[in-house]
Structure formats: structure tokens, C-alpha cells
């Protein structure tokens, strides 16, 4: 049973537009949450994270949102750029983040020129 | 500083051969863990090194897989009589024990079995 879930496999935007990510999960316990982006033959790379006491955490270009009565989480990327095509990982851990993490399968989002 | 340094980047072996996989963390960071994707699934947590507790090896899919950490630092993921299932991108990742610290991850072993 999936903890996570990011139901979007892949997702296409033009470049200059916002791209909103979004995951979901189940575990009421989870109370801290990560982006991670993945370009091919690389490992994850962290990008953003909130803790589940904010319902936002701003980062430049990145805005990651948090619903918590909807176990609903979501990135934005605006504007969004060439170099942001890559898979997107949406990832949750209980205790603050001091336990490992549980993944979704990702996102590939794609900007186009 | 250096990241996690992962090797080899990349493994064919037969089926029934064992496999070593080999993570080298960053240094300082007392956290390691390994976690796999396989094809078109997300990150699978495999298990879990804390300094010198006993491992969180709740994730690990059978008794054909193993880990160490030695001293601390360097981890190996063994993987005995292989099967194509095993085939896989292992990755590994290393944090600070504080509350919000990210997992810095390496670039991962590309597992191949024939």
C-alpha cells in the first residue's frame, strides 16, 4: 500500500508557465516533507521541504504547499525553465525527518521551448 | 566537500552470482541509507545505519540481502545468488542526525542481472 502517491507519471509545460506537482499520502504520521529532483543517471537531489507546523515554504522559484486535512502537498515551479526538466520525487517521514524517508514514484515534467 | 560516492556506477552479473554494492558517505554525516528503483517505481527503502545502533533492516526484500557499515563511515550491500528481480538502481544516501536535515544521495549502482 502506497504511503505516497504522486498520480501525475509525467506532466508537460511550456516554458515561462508554472508546473505544479502534486503528491498525496496516507500516513497521518508524517508531519515533514521533501522534493527531491532527479536528472538521468544521477541520484536525487534535495529541493525543498516543510515541516507540517507551515501550510508554505518559499525557496526562490520553488513554493512547496502543504493541506494538511487533505494529506495533500504540492510543488510550484514558476517560472519554469529548460533546466528544470527532470523527475520529481515527493517524500515524507514522521518525527521531523529524523526517521528515513518514503517516496513516491516521481513526476517527469517536461518543459518545452 | 566531496558527496556520497557510490561504486561500481554500473553492475552486469549473472543470475545466482553474489553482488557487492559499496557507498562511501559523506563525511560527518552519522546517517546512512540504501534505498533502490526499480523500473518505473519509486524509491524502495532497503535499510537504515544510525552511528552504532543496531540497522533499521526493515525494508530489505529477503534474506539474500545484507549490510554493513564499518567504523562508521563506509557501507556494502551484499546481494547473494542474484535474480533478475534484483535488477535495480541502488542508491545511497548519508544525512545529518538533526531534525530536517535533507539525505544527500549518490549518484547510485545501475544493477544488471542476465
Known amino acids: 500500500d502506497q504511503q505516497v502517491k504522486q498520480n501525475s507519471p509525467s506532466l508537460s509545460v511550456q516554458e515561462g508557465r508554472i508546473s505544479i506537482l502534486n503528491c498525496d499520502y496516507t500516513?497521518?504520521?508524517?508531519?515533514?516533507f521533501l522534493w527531491y529532483k532527479k536528472y538521468p543517471a544521477e541520484g536525487p537531489t534535495f529541493l525543498i521541504s516543510i515541516s507540517s507546523i507551515k501550510d508554505k515554504n518559499e525557496d526562490g522559484r520553488f513554493t512547496v504547499f502543504l493541506n494538511k486535512s487533505a494529506k495533500h502537498l504540492s510543488l510550484h515551479i514558476v517560472p519554469s525553465q529548460p533546466g528544470d526538466s527532470a523527475v520529481y520525487f515527493c517524500a515524507a517521514s514522521a518525527r521531523g525527518g529524523a526517521d528515513g524517508l518514503t517516496f513516491g514514484k516521481g513526476t517527469h515534467l517536461i518543459i518545452q521551448p | 566537500g566531496a558527496g556520497v560516492s557510490q561504486s561500481p556506477s554500473n553492475k552486469v552479473t549473472e543470475k545466482g552470482k553474489d553482488v557487492e554494492l559499496r557507498c562511501d558517505p559523506i563525511?560527518?554525516?552519522?546517517?546512512l541509507y540504501w534505498y533502490r528503483q526499480s523500473l518505473g517505481q519509486g524509491l524502495e527503502f532497503l535499510i537504515y545505519?544510525?552511528?552504532?545502533?543496531?540497522?533499521?533492516k526493515s525494508g530489505l526484500p529477503s534474506d539474500r540481502f545484507s549490510a554493513e557499515r564499518t567504523g562508521g563511515s563506509v557501507s556494502t550491500l551484499t546481494i547473494q545468488r542474484t535474480q533478475q528481480e534484483d535488477s535495480a538502481v541502488y542508491l545511497c544516501a548519508s544525512s545529518l542526525v538533526q531534525l530536517g536535515s535533507p539525505l544527500h544521495f549518490g549518484n547510485g549502482t545501475r544493477l544488471t542481472v542476465t
Open positions: 500516513n497521518s504520521m508524517f508531519d515533514y
Open positions: 563525511s560527518g554525516h552519522t546517517a
Open positions: 545505519f544510525q552511528g552504532n545502533s543496531a540497522p533499521d
